[in-house]
Antibody
């Protein structure tokens, strides 16, 4: 079955950096677009970034452009999110999500990133 | 950005009774491929979201048939024909046609 396992979260000071990872299994990772979606504590869902199957097309929400970088290594079935210049408002659970039928069909369990001094 | 507005934001329903959630968008989002990428998700407390409906009315595998999606243009609806205890939680609509993809605020469903 489809499994997406995120890791790399933690507590970071404002202005700091971190790299989130997502290891995929149970499906052909290399043919799927992948996304990151976040959810601040007690808040709703916010789409963050997307990369198509081969990395040739990337999209970001405006609030993270120039600070976050999505990437993937298809040989390792792994999706990444490099997060730089972190702000307190970036505090959230970050979900790794597969794209099927132009939508978000399979979600990881999420990883918590806390930005605090 | 396409703004997705859900109503109501909170719903208290008696077991076995129907429930309906509305999702309205600030503009139409028919993709150039002809599809309308309107999706519904359910998030139980402490869990990751789960997709229920994609492309307006297509139920995901394993989703009970008491869930149905409908609508067109800028007006969409998720209906639960008979609410069960496991249906509690938050429901989100989301458009996946125009970047950035955008979610509604969420509707909290609880049992009366």
């Amino acid at each position: 079955q489809v499994q997406l396992v995120e890791s790399g979260g933690g507590v970071v000071q404002p202005g700091g950096s971190l790299r989130l990872s997502c290891i995929a299994s149970g499906f052909s990772f290399r043919i799927y677009a992948m996304h990151w979606v976040r959810q601040a504590p007690g808040r709703g869902l916010e789409w963050v970034a997307c990369m198509n199957f081969d990395g040739s097309d990337i999209q970001y929400v405006d609030s993270v452009k120039a600070r976050f970088t999505i990437s993937r290594d298809n040989s390792k079935n792994t999706l990444y999110l490099q997060v730089n210049s972190l702000r307190p408002e970036d505090t959230a659970v970050y979900y790794c999500v597969r794209d099927a039928f132009g939508s978000l069909d399979s979600w990881g369990q999420g990883v918590l990133l806390t930005v605090s001094s | 950005d396409v703004v997705m507005t859900q109503s109501p934001l909170s719903l208290s329903v008696t077991l076995g009774q129907p429930a309906s959630i509305s999702c309205r968008s600030s503009q139409s989002f028919v993709h150039s491929d002809g599809n309308t990428y309107l999706n519904w998700f359910h998030q139980r407390p402490g869990q990751s979201p789960r997709r229920l409906i994609y492309k307006v009315s297509n139920r995901d595998s394993g989703v009970p048939d008491r869930f149905s999606g409908s609508g067109s243009g800028t007006d969409f609806t998720l209906k639960i024909s008979r609410v069960e205890a496991e249906d509690v939680g938050l429901y989100y609509c989301m458009q996946g046609t125009h970047w950035p993809w955008t979610f509604g605020q969420g509707t909290k469903v609880e049992i009366k």
